[in-house]
């Protein structure tokens, strides 16, 4: 039963975010745009996206804690919806920044199973840097690579699960934003070196992606260089008196008349 309960809560905090996402042309515009900026320097236009989403994350934080000055009613609202409100608005940001950095990492965000792949991306991220523990390891999976390889239905699993992992954590450290004004500028400041680090492990893992699929790529290209050797008919040898007889100089005739 408790778990079941606990299950409902990282399926409200992930409908609630996916309600409040930006549509995915806006996105790529954003992308476009930071990488123009950039002079077509998707580095540099990564760099710049981590560092516009983490200043949104940052004024969040400071208004999911503005409930506290309200004596009461608001401190319960800063300490319990405040918590998950935060977490929501922050989740929107680093999910979005996921989503115009694996676009800028020549991911097509447009295709569902990208959209999924970047919303597992922050949400993995955000816990490790929150909790400091590897979700990888909790949900059985040795090396980051893996989440590549999972199938649309694993994603969705394993995309509840963390979920479910984000919203506990959160209520249970949600207390300290019942502390007015302190609440709200360690929530401001929380936000930002948060989404920092999740960006930066998007990055990390968004490189370790294209490196991943570059290598399976040239293996896929090898097998099929050895399965079409393999079914090639081999080229038929020339008998030895045809290659004698071809290499052999012409007789020359007689310029003698009889």
């Known amino acids: 039963m408790k778990e079941a309960e ?12 996916e309600r409040i996402l930006s549509d995915t042309d806006s996105l790529i515009a954003l992308a476009e745009q930071h990488l123009r900026r950039a002079k077509e320097d998707p580095r540099e236009a990564s760099e710049e996206v981590v560092r516009h989403f983490s200043n ?27 918590a998950l409100a935060d977490m929501g608005f922050l989740l929107k940001y680093e999910v979005e920044m996921a989503l115009v950095l694996s676009w ?13 792949l970047a919303f597992l991306l922050a949400s ?14 909790d949900v059985a999976r040795a090396e980051g690579v ?17 979920m479910t ?23 401001s ?9 999740v960006g930066e492990r998007c990055i990390d893992d968004l490189r370790k992606r294209r490196e991943f699929l570059a290598t399976e790529s040239t293996r ?23 290659k004698k007889s071809a290499g052999a100089p012409a007789r020359r005739t007689s310029g003698r008349k009889s």
Do not use: C
């Open 56 to 82: 949104r994350a940052a004024v969040a934080g400071g208004l999911a804690a503005a409930p506290a000055l309200i004596p009461g009613a608001g401190t319960l609202v800063a300490a319990l919806g405040g």
């Open 189 to 197: 400041s929380m936000n930002k070196v948060l989404t920092t680090r």
């Open 146 to 162: 893996a989440i590549w390889r999972y199938a649309p239905r694993e994603v969705s699993k394993h995309l509840v699960g963390v």
């Open 165 to 187: 992992k984000i919203a506990l954590l959160q209520l249970s450290r949600g207390l300290v934003r019942a502390l007015p004004l302190v609440g709200i500028a360690v929530g």
């Open 220 to 242: 896929r290209e090898r097998e099929e260089e050895v399965v079409e050797a393999r079914v090639r008919p081999p080229a038929k040898k020339k008998s030895a008196a045809r």
């Open 124 to 137: 993995v991220s955000t816990y490790d840097a929150k909790s400091g523990e590897n979700v990888l390891v």
């Open 6 to 17: 606990e299950q409902s809560q990282g399926r409200k905090l992930l409908t609630a975010v």
């Open 104 to 116: 800028l990492h020549g991911f097509d965000i447009r295709k569902d199973e990208e959209r999924q």
